[in-house]
Structure formats: structure tokens, C-alpha cells
């Protein structure tokens, strides 16, 4: 099955910095990576996607790159804000398999910015 | 608030006593999954339904866990004889399955926080 890593596991940067993330997946079938922001106390929430037609894409002040010949993909947040500070987990799920196409997440990325 | 909600928010229990957790989707859904996930880690799959009916389920999902949707809406997760490794968040989400769509995008719930002493 599908194998998802992630790193690093904590990360703090300087308000106003800029903070990656990145992943790693084993199954070259996998073709779609969400992307969660968990905070405390809540449930995951998608902040960005990227199916693997795509090597990148943007959303303000986020962004996600893709590399499928080395099966890894990356979050980059720009200009982080005090509310950035979260935990950021990477998924990957292959949408062409017959009947349920399981999400693997990643372990977790704590990210503390520092006002 | 239309998004997916779950009750409890917590549940502290003794060992050897049985739960149920609610998870109410988004209205429109047709697809409902639970997840666990212990401090640290990243939710783990624990079965999937499409409509009323339970198409997948994890090896994590031993005998003591069931969960039902009987009328394809809201679904319930039961532990059966709780044991202290059944201590975790249980996030529930849900889907459209909207395969126009192509990402079929899963929206979580707050969790319910078990504890069980």
C-alpha cells in the first residue's frame, strides 16, 4: 500500500519568513495530494490540492509543488502570520482505482510562527 | 453551519464499557468516512461508506468497533468492551464523490476525543 512521509516533524519560523514542508509517496499510481491544516482542538481542513497533471499551484500566500519522477511534493507558505501556526499533514489517494481510493496522510508537520 | 459535525466532543469512559460516536456529514454527501488519529500521527482509515452502504473497512477495525448509516445520512461509530488503546480522536468526513470533480475532496468534522481511564 501507499506510503507517505513527512518532514519535518516541527518547524518554527520568524513571522514574515517563509516555511516548507515536504512529503514523499511510494505509489507511483497515486495521483491527487491534499493538503490539511489541523488546529488544536479541531479537524483537518484542506487548505490546498494538487492532482499530478500539474507541477505546481498557488493560492496567495500558499503554494504546493509537485516532482512525480521522485514521488515527492512540497508545501511552501510565504509571508507566514502567527495564525499559520498549526499542524500541516500531506496526503496522497489515487482517484482511478476501482471502489475506494483510501487517503494516505503523512505524520504531521507542527509549524509554530514566532510573532 | 453546514459542515460536518460530530458528538461527542469528548468522551471519558472506564475500561470495558461500550461508546457510540454521531457524525452528522454535509447534507448533499453521499460518502462518509471515520479516521482515528493518536497524538502525533496523522489520521489513520477506518471505514468508508457510500450512501447506506459500508464498502471498506481497515484491518484497525477489529470485531469490538461497528458502525452503521442506516439511511445514508448521519452514521455511528460503537467500540464494544473499550480497552486504554482505544484512546484517540475519532474524526469523521465526508465527500460528494463527485467524480467531475476529480479530487473528490473529503471534509472533516471537529472529532470526538476519547479517553478511556
Known amino acids: 500500500g501507499e506510503n507517505v512521509e513527512q518532514h519535518p516533524s516541527t518547524l518554527s519560523v520568524q513571522e514574515g519568513d517563509s516555511a516548507v514542508i515536504k512529503c514523499t509517496y511510494s505509489d507511483s499510481a497515486s495521483n491527487y495530494f491534499p493538503w490539511y491544516k489541523q488546529e488544536l482542538g479541531k479537524g483537518p481542513q484542506l487548505i490546498i490540492d494538487?492532482?499530478?497533471?500539474?507541477g505546481e499551484k498557488k493560492d496567495q500566500r500558499i503554494a504546493v509543488t509537485l516532482n512525480k519522477t521522485a514521488k515527492h511534493f512540497s508545501l511552501h507558505i510565504t509571508e507566514t502570520q502567527p495564525e499559520d501556526s498549526a499542524v500541516y499533514f500531506c496526503a496522497a489517494r489515487n482517484l482511478n482505482s476501482g471502489g475506494y481510493q483510501k487517503v494516505t496522510f503523512g505524520t504531521g508537520t507542527k509549524l509554530q510562527v514566532i510573532p | 453551519d453546514t459542515g460536518v459535525s460530530q458528538n461527542p466532543r469528548h468522551k471519558i469512559t472506564k475500561r470495558g464499557q461500550n461508546v457510540t460516536f454521531r457524525c452528522d456529514p454535509i447534507?448533499?454527501?453521499?460518502?462518509l468516512y471515520w479516521y482515528r488519529q493518536t497524538l502525533g500521527q496523522g489520521p489513520e482509515f477506518l471505514t468508508y461508506?457510500?450512501?447506506?452502504?459500508?464498502?471498506?473497512k481497515s484491518r484497525l477495525l477489529s470485531d469490538r468497533f461497528s458502525a452503521e448509516r442506516p439511511k445514508g445520512s448521519f452514521s455511528t461509530l460503537e467500540i464494544q468492551r473499550t480497552e486504554q488503546g482505544d484512546s484517540a480522536m475519532y474524526l469523521c468526513a465526508s465527500s460528494q464523490g463527485n467524480r467531475a470533480e476529480g479530487t473528490d475532496t473529503q471534509y472533516f468534522g471537529p472529532g470526538t476525543r476519547l479517553t478511556v481511564l
Open positions: 494538487i492532482r499530478s497533471n500539474v
Open positions: 447534507s448533499e454527501h453521499n460518502r
Open positions: 461508506f457510500q450512501n447506506e452502504a459500508q464498502l471498506e
